[in-house]
């Protein structure tokens, strides 16, 4: 079956927030486009659909949205040319260490000075004791009766 797909155990959501970033790098949407691709197929992605939209920044320059579908769950990043930053929003049911390749490759192109980076790795599948495993991990477990 073609777009037959079991997810592992563990998934990984990856957030960045990208700050001072020069305004050059900002510049070249083309290349972060690029970047995000050629960094998700480099990593065994299997890319779905893919949308870009561009709009005029007050720097005079496009600021970008990204946003991409793959087998494996998505990704989300945007630029914020006004403020010199850029934010990743990465999520994958492939395993707990993935994103770290996405989160690199952007950072080396586009040379943030401040990160803040979050990582979380969740199960996917029901466990016992599942609250007491995700304390202080996660804000809140909810269990609806």
């Known amino acids: ?6 997810a592992k155990e ?3 959501h990856l957030f960045a927030a990208l700050y001072e970033i ?3 790098k900002l510049k070249n949407t083309n290349q972060i486009y690029n970047t995000i691709i050629n960094s998700l197929k480099e990593d065994g992605f299997h890319i779905k659909k893919k949308f870009i939209y561009k709009v005029r920044s007050p720097k005079d320059y496009y600021a970008i949205s ?12 945007s630029t914020y040319p006004e403020y ?5 929003d990465f999520h994958s ?8 390749k996405i989160y690199n490759d952007l950072c080396s192109y586009l040379e943030p000075k401040i990160v803040l980076k979050q990582i979380n790795s969740l199960p996917f599948s029901y466990r016992e004791n599942l609250k007491e495993n995700l304390e202080g991990i ?4 909810y269990y609806k009766n």
Do not use: H
């Open 1 to 6: 079956m073609e777009n037959q797909y079991f």
């Open 10 to 12: 563990i998934g990984t």
């Open 22 to 24: 020069p305004d050059e």
């Open 66 to 77: 990204i946003d991409i579908i793959f087998l494996e769950s998505g990704l989300q990043f």
């Open 84 to 88: 010199n930053s850029a934010i990743l």
């Open 93 to 100: 049911c492939r395993g707990k260490n993935d994103g770290q």
């Open 138 to 141: 996660v804000e809140e477990v």
